[in-house]
């Protein structure tokens, strides 16, 4: 569950998804009826499934080879948090760390990360998970 996404303020029916482009790569973007279409990230390779923060300011998503990446919905440069190719499913965590799954060099790991240029603390082996209301691993 991503329970920043409801700090939006975005209108009923309103959602955010990963599309395909028709040349080749994919696009992030959020859809809101009468507000239209408003485009977050663009990349040549795959973009994974967001995940927004807790106080709906900044959304993180992996992209295909090139690690995670987060951006403010308010606007400003994407931020690399990690480069690391094998680096997925990015999840806020209630302390305003992103925790993420790291699967290059072998078995999967989950880390944590505070922030840009700061390297991850290792948080476990496996596949980051979460329960149903989001608020654990």
């Known amino acids: ?6 700090r939006l303020g ?3 029916g309103a959602r955010v ?4 482009l028709p040349d080749r790569g994919t696009r992030l973007v959020l859809r809101a009826p009468g507000e239209g279409l408003r485009e977050l990230a663009r990349a040549d390779t795959e973009l994974g499934r ?5 106080d709906g300011a900044r959304v993180a998503y992996a992209q295909s ?5 987060v951006r403010a919905l308010a606007g400003g440069a994407p931020e690399r948090w990690t480069d690391v190719p094998g680096d997925r499913g990015p999840r806020w965590l209630s302390d305003g760390r992103l925790a ?7 078995a999967p ?6 922030g840009a240029g700061q390297g991850p603390a290792r948080l476990g082996r496996g596949w980051l998970l979460e329960d149903r209301d989001g608020a654990q691993l």
């Open 10 to 12: 975005l209108h009923v």
């Open 100 to 106: 993420f799954t790291r699967t290059a060099g072998g």
């Open 109 to 114: 790991a989950v880390g944590a990360i505070a």
């Open 65 to 69: 080879g090139a690690g995670i990446t």
């Open 17 to 20: 998804q990963v599309e395909a």
């Open 1 to 6: 569950v991503d329970r920043g996404i409801d």
């Open 50 to 54: 967001p995940a927004f923060s807790d």
